[in-house]
């Protein structure tokens, strides 16, 4: 019987698929392990053979867990709201349900095919109603807390109002807006009900408030940063600009403090802390107030230098900045307005980008120097960001770059703060304390001087010490359709919840999928959408994160419908202990993930800080692209002529991208090629040695370079367990490599091998009882050491590279031994499990699933060398190697060799002079 993968790998699906071999339950007493892949979102295209090989990965050591006797939770869902079926639905009037379904479906297909060992009834769906309800949930539980800075946690809301009650906001510490009230427990009684509400939305930790947001006109909805690149939407492509509106945010800068701290608690790569640790930004400093007598008001600059303050020149504001419409004259208003208009079209990730640009407004306004009390002007600048720091810097030309520059372009007074006016020097002098114009703090050292300047500010009341983070609060809405309605209406403009019972509330049916013709989302098109008949609900929708946001728990326990997941499940599975996914999601969906962890946590329902104990990055596979070379008429037009790769250098060619499936070890199929478009038709070509070799490059893999490999091609071909192999063959997990199919019949041809070490010359079944030899102890015991190795420290790649070792010294060593190799098919079954299934099953073990059969275990003293294969040397020239044990001592050892025929013989009859015995490295002879 020959190894049919196709046969082979559909009976092995089924059985797992009939059996729910991989369903996990919490009712056990082994210990748990729970693996995790990042939610993927169904695209039309499907899977390309870049896209599992995080969750080959995953399977691969979720497998391995079970043979070592973890109850491990392997789920999989899909995360399927989203802008690209939404963005179908407006082009085709398709809901976007349907073709979410046709998308899981097809993705679905080809899971199944590459035999992942998913606990299939946990699956979930994030635009499920029975899923969404509880997305729906947790942001009423945001809505309901506050952050308490003295407790250092979110608290209900409930608290808050008590305290209000009783003692007013005095004592109150919280993370909330900069423009709280002052009040008595009697001011907050005689409040109306508006009141009340408008104060506690300061508070909240999910609230509306008016946000500088990222506004895409093409696609009518607010994107977050980093779904914007280089000022177009990451999908589609559209112009973005900065737009004011009302927005939900949440409050994530409340856990600023935290989201670092529990950096240092997770085993995660560096490269990604780092990144989440400059997303967040601390910053110890001072907030500075620059007053502006004419207007009544103050301008707040938050600085990190404030020993610079004596160097101030001039006021730069963000042009979204609230004071700009009040501060700018009417002598400058055109010009103001025109330069906001400019910036507007500019991403913020743009506008910190651009270094080398200057550009900027005058307001016509004045504001005081906090401690000399010289005039400065007042300027807007796209280089400073509304929603970082207070949307103000005090400009330092003589200490800051970009000021520098600014100053120097619109001929701005630049003030010393040193001895030297070069800018470096100035900045290295400050710290020596050496200042001119700084009357007290002259002569100072550094931290004395900030100390004198924070106090001096302080008795002025313009100023104090304060911690800032670069991170801003999440915008959470999103003017579209396809998301999870928010659970608010509006009654006399203020937001209020639906009750628990109500949940979910569902997305309405409309008529299109675009925004109203009044400019409202999507939902204002739902006729008769509202709350109780009267109140009108929120029309935006959550955004892409929100769902992707705590589905690890939905995991645990996904048919309960009385709560997003059990006590009991939560407290058995707690927290995610390995998760494998792109490191793209580093500020986005990682971050959000850690935010929402930490409220659930607070509010009582885990007991978990992290979310995720240890993390991995796959790396990508990239396409390795083919081309073949149009050659090209004097007039540089092309001509229907290809030239192969070894003589284009004889013509004037110009590289076309050809479709990598129909080439094989780089010679081109010339047939399919001239099947595969009308103008190839009749191309002619010009070959070398009768074939057609093309050209290759790596690059990213996509459709527009055509060089996406499908991986039911590979599996068809080849097989499943043939794929997984040869993914993790290519090279370490966290590398990017590129895929090259011209070596996967190598990783085919060792499958074959490996069948073959179960089988005799015809292909019956060769199975022997016999006890194995000390070489075959051997070789399966540096397997089983070396994959348990290999795979505890994710080291797959050379993992393969063992198997193929070990199976070469078996076949050599004509084994055929049960006891060996029904341990080797163990080993082998996490990467490749239909065939170990199958062979499994053909030694006899009847009783379920390779699956659950024991690791073997490890026996060093299979590995010790009892021993060795001493060269021999005579006169110092290596004749001969002669195998001795390793415990015999110098004499026997001797006696041993000079008894030696074949020693005797080098040694031509003439007498022993010397014999030198290095034990375990060499017999010399001298004569």
């Not at 691969?60 to 999989?76: A, D, E």
């Not at 090629?673 to 009749?682: C, G, I, L, V």
């Not at 199976?807 to 079954?829: G, M, P, Y």
Request: glycine content about 6%.
């Amino acid at each position: 019987m020959e190894y049919n993968h196709k046969s082979i790998e559909k009976k092995w699906q089924a059985f797992w698929a009939k059996n729910a071999t991989f369903k996990t339950s919490e009712s056990t007493e082994k210990p748990k392990y729970y693996v995790l892949d990042m939610f993927p979102y169904p695209s039309g295209a499907g899977l390309h053979v870049g896209h599992p090989l995080g969750y080959i990965a995953s399977d691969i050591f979720s497998r391995y867990k079970r043979t070592k006797g973890f109850n491990v939770l392997h789920p999989m869902g899909y995360d399927s709201f989203g802008l690209p079926a939404e963005q179908y639905a407006i082009q085709t009037g398709q809901h976007p349900s349907i073709t979410t379904e046709a998308n899981i479906n097809r993705y679905r297909e080809q899971m199944d095919n590459i035999g992942f060992s998913y606990d299939w009834s946990r699956e979930i769906r994030t635009s499920e109603p029975d899923y969404y309800k509880w997305t729906q949930w947790i942001f009423m539980q945001a809505f309901n807390a506050w952050y308490d800075k003295k407790e250092d946690r979110a608290v209900p809301i409930e608290q808050l109002i008590t305290r209000f009650e009783n003692t007013g906001s005095q004592g109150i510490d919280a993370e909330s807006d900069e423009d709280i009230s002052v009040f008595t427990a009697e001011d907050w009684r005689a409040f109306s009900e508006e009141q009340q509400q408008q104060e506690l939305l300061k508070y909240r930790l999910a609230y509306l408030r008016e946000s500088t947001v990222n506004w895409c006109p093409a696609l009518g909805t607010v994107l977050a940063n980093d779904e914007v690149i280089n000022g177009l939407s990451e999908r589609g492509g559209f112009p973005v600009e900065q737009k004011k509106m009302m927005q939900w945010s949440m409050r994530i800068t409340a856990y600023a403090d935290r989201l670092l701290r529990g950096l240092d608690m997770i085993d995660w790569p560096e490269p990604l802390i780092e990144m989440q640790r400059n997303w967040i930004g601390k910053s110890v400093g001072a907030l500075v107030k620059f007053p502006v007598p004419q207007f009544d008001t103050d301008i707040e600059v938050f600085t990190t230098r404030v020993d610079t303050i004596f160097g101030v020149s001039f006021i730069v504001l963000a042009p979204e900045h609230d004071l700009v419409a009040s501060l700018t004259t009417e002598s400058q208003r055109e010009e103001v307005e025109n330069y906001i208009h400019k910036t507007s079209k500019k991403s913020e990730l743009d506008r910190m980008a651009d270094t080398k640009t200057v550009s900027g407004a005058f307001t016509g306004s004045y504001a005081k120097h906090p401690i000399t009390g010289e005039d400065v002007q007042i300027w807007i600048a796209d280089y400073v960001l509304a929603g970082y720091g207070t949307g103000a810097v005090m400009a330092v030309p003589s200490g800051d770059q970009r000021d520098y520059l600014f100053a120097k372009h619109f001929n701005l007074p630049i003030v010393a703060i040193s001895d030297s006016q070069n800018i470096d020097e100035a900045a290295d002098a400050n710290k020596d304390g050496r200042y001119i114009n700084s009357g007290f703090i002259n002569g100072m050292s550094y931290a004395e001087a900030v100390d004198a300047l924070i106090a001096k500010l302080g008795e002025l009341g313009l100023g104090k010490a304060k911690v800032n983070f670069r991170m801003r609060d999440a915008i959470f809405g999103r003017q579209r359709y396809w998301g999870e309605p928010v659970p608010v209406f509006f009654k006399n403009g203020l937001p209020y919840l639906i009750k628990e019972e109500e949940l979910p509330l569902l997305l309405p049916e409309v008529d299109k999928y675009l925004p109203t013709e009044s400019g409202e989302p999507p939902l204002g098109r739902a006729e008769g959408w509202k709350y109780q008949d009267e109140y009108e609900y929120e029309l935006s929708t959550m955004p892409g994160w929100a769902g992707s946001s705590w589905y690890w728990f939905r995991y645990m326990d996904p048919q309960n419908r009385e709560n997003f997941a059990s006590k009991k499940a939560i407290d058995y599975w707690k927290s995610v202990d390995l998760y494998i996914g792109g490191s793209e999601h580093a500020t986005g969906h990682l971050l959000y993930s850690r935010f929402w962890n930490k409220i659930l946590k607070d509010l009582g329902y885990h007991n978990e800080e992290e979310p995720f104990k240890k993390l991995i990055n796959q790396g990508m596979i990239q396409g390795r692209s083919s081309f073949v070379y149009r050659v090209l008429d004097e007039e540089g037009r092309g001509t229907n002529t290809y030239v192969s790769l070894g003589l284009k250098d004889e013509y004037n060619t110009i590289p076309l991208h050809v479709d990598v499936n129909i080439v094989h070890n780089d010679v081109l199929n010339t047939e399919k090629f001239k099947a595969s478009r009308p103008d190839f038709e009749h191309a002619e070509f010009v070959l070398e040695d009768g074939k057609y070799i093309c050209g290759t490059e790596v690059e990213k893999m996509s459709k527009s370079k055509f060089n996406v490999v499908n991986p039911d091609d590979i599996i068809g071909q080849f097989g499943a367990d043939t794929l997984r192999l040869y993914e993790m063959f290519l090279g370490p997990l966290e590398q990017a490599k590129p895929w090259n199919t011209n070596g996967i019949e190598g990783v085919y041809k060792f499958l074959r091998k490996v069948w073959r070490l179960f089988h005799d010359a015809e292909g019956n079944l060769n199975i022997s009882d016999e006890k194995p030899t000390k070489a075959e102890y051997k070789a399966l015991h540096k397997i089983i050491k070396k994959v348990e190795d290999d795979i505890e420290r994710f080291s797959f790649n050379t993992s393969v590279s063992a198997f193929m070792i070990c199976v070469n010294e078996l076949t050599d060593l004509n084994c055929n031994k049960r006891e060996i190799l029904q341990d080797l098919i163990v080993v082998l079954s996490s990467y490749a499990p239909h065939i170990t299934e199958e062979l499994w099953t053909l030694l006899g073990n009847d009783a379920g699933s390779i699956s659950y059969a024991g690791y073997p275990v490890f026996e060093p003293a299979y590995l010790v060398e009892s021993e060795f294969a001493y060269p021999v040397s005579i006169n110092g020239k290596m004749k001969m190697n002669l195998s001795l044990a390793l415990d015999l001592d110098q004499k026997t050892v001797e006696d041993m060799v000079l008894a030696n025929a074949d020693v005797l013989r080098y040694m031509d009859g003439k007498p022993l002079k010397k014999l030198i015995f290095v034990k375990g490295k060499i017999i010399n002879i001298v004569v």
